[in-house]
């Protein structure tokens, strides 16, 4: 079987809230976004601020690239429902086409459905818009540790971790629940093909020793994308935020033997130049260690 393209961009890295300093910054202002380019699949991690850029650099390879069609299709999944990986949402120009279909994928949290969250979220008065009066067809799926969502040729299917592995997979999706991180937790996704594999953990505290399920997860890992928003004179104030130094990221890195670490959910109130000194320290402990951006790229 030929091997599928993988491609990652970044859209957003920001963590809490988009930063509303004056100095320019080549990191990125935008909440929670990646996107997955999985063969003609396309999959969304989160809807920060980063998915309205998203949303518009599909409708431009829609309208610019024939045989684009199949992008009207796309997976969202949720790490949680925390504000910061929601806020894009109601601006992310797909919802506004009665061709998109978009399979909303996320966790059960504190006993609320994603559904019922972006039904609130999305109604007056809190935005003029409600979700009935979108034109978007969409596909609820509710993700667990037992659940895995495997992708071929333009489709998926959601197969319980116990069922035999289908043939002819190109990619597939499994969560690990976090409890790392206030109310509710979130999840942490592994996007595999049958030769790569790319971890996302934010939102996650780390501990002394590293998280032992997560660096089981990410074992071997081609990316790691970790929450790294503290610097480790920091951290005292924050404990118990559900957030991590970039050393307790580097730890998983390098108890995962994974090959990239990337830095992720940075602070709002550090600059370039702190997160830069952050990357540098990083680097001291784990190499391969660097600073999740917006626009950055991988392919496989
Ligand atoms: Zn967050
Ligand atoms: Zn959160």
């Given at each position: 079987?030929?091997?599928?393209?993988?491609?990652?961009?970044?859209?957003?890295?920001?963590?809490?809230?988009?930063?509303?300093?004056?100095?320019?910054?080549?990191?990125?202002?935008?909440?929670?976004?990646?996107?997955?380019?999985?063969?003609?699949?396309?999959?969304?991690?989160?809807?920060?601020?980063?998915?309205?850029?998203?949303?518009?650099?599909?409708?431009?390879?829609?309208?610019?690239?024939?045989?684009?069609?199949?992008?009207?299709?796309?997976?969202?999944?949720?790490?949680?429902?925390?504000?910061?990986?929601?806020?894009?949402?109601?601006?992310?120009?797909?919802?506004?086409?009665?061709?998109?279909?978009?399979?909303?994928?996320?966790?059960?949290?504190?006993?609320?459905?994603?559904?019922?969250?972006?039904?609130?979220?999305?109604?007056p008065p809190l935005f003029p818009v409600s979700m009935d009066d979108l034109p978007f067809k969409r596909d609820y799926y509710q993700v667990a540790e037992s659940r895995v969502t495997y992708f071929y040729e333009n489709n998926f299917e959601m197969r319980s971790v116990t069922d035999p592995e289908p043939e002819n997979w190109l990619g597939r999706v499994s969560c690990m629940?976090?409890?790392?991180?206030?109310?509710?937790?979130?999840?942490?996704?592994?996007?595999?093909?049958?030769?790569?594999?790319?971890?996302?953990?934010?939102?996650?505290?780390?501990?002394?020793?590293?998280?032992?399920?997560?660096?089981?997860?990410?074992?071997?890992?081609?990316?790691?994308?970790?929450?790294?928003?503290?610097?480790?004179?920091?951290?005292?104030?924050?404990?118990?935020?559900?957030?991590?130094?970039?050393?307790?990221?580097?730890?998983?890195?390098?108890?995962?033997?994974?090959?990239?670490?990337?830095?992720?959910?940075?602070?709002?109130?550090?600059?370039?130049?702190?997160?830069?000194?952050?990357?540098?320290?990083?680097?001291?402990?784990?190499?391969?260690?660097?600073?999740?951006?917006?626009?950055?790229?991988?392919?496989?």
């Open positions: 079987m030929s091997k599928p393209p993988l491609r990652v961009k970044i859209y957003g890295s920001r963590g809490s809230y988009s930063p509303t300093t004056s100095n320019p910054t080549s990191i990125g202002v935008n909440t929670t976004c990646l996107r997955v380019d999985l063969g003609k699949n396309t999959l969304i991690f989160d809807a920060g601020s980063g998915i309205i850029n998203l949303g518009r650099d599909l409708l431009k390879e829609i309208h610019s690239e024939s045989g684009s069609a199949h992008k009207w299709k796309m997976n969202l999944f949720f790490t949680h429902l925390h504000i910061d990986h929601l806020v894009g949402f109601p601006y992310f120009a797909m919802l506004y086409f009665p061709k998109s279909e978009i399979s909303i994928m996320g966790p059960r949290i504190l006993d609320y459905e994603v559904a019922e969250v972006l039904d609130s979220f999305m109604h629940r976090n409890y790392m991180h206030p109310k509710g937790g979130s999840y942490f996704y592994k996007i595999e093909t049958r030769e790569q594999s790319i971890v996302f953990a934010s939102d996650t505290e780390g501990f002394v020793g590293g998280d032992k399920r997560l660096i089981k997860f990410a074992e071997g890992a081609d990316i790691l994308f970790h929450d790294a928003q503290y610097r480790p004179e920091d951290y005292g104030m924050f404990q118990g935020f559900g957030h991590s130094t970039f050393e307790m990221a580097c730890d998983v890195a390098e108890k995962a033997g994974v090959r990239k670490l990337l830095l992720f959910h940075h602070d709002p109130k550090h600059d370039d130049e702190t997160l830069q000194t952050i990357e540098r320290e990083a680097q001291k402990i784990f190499p391969e260690t660097f600073l999740a951006s917006e626009d950055m790229e991988f392919a496989f």
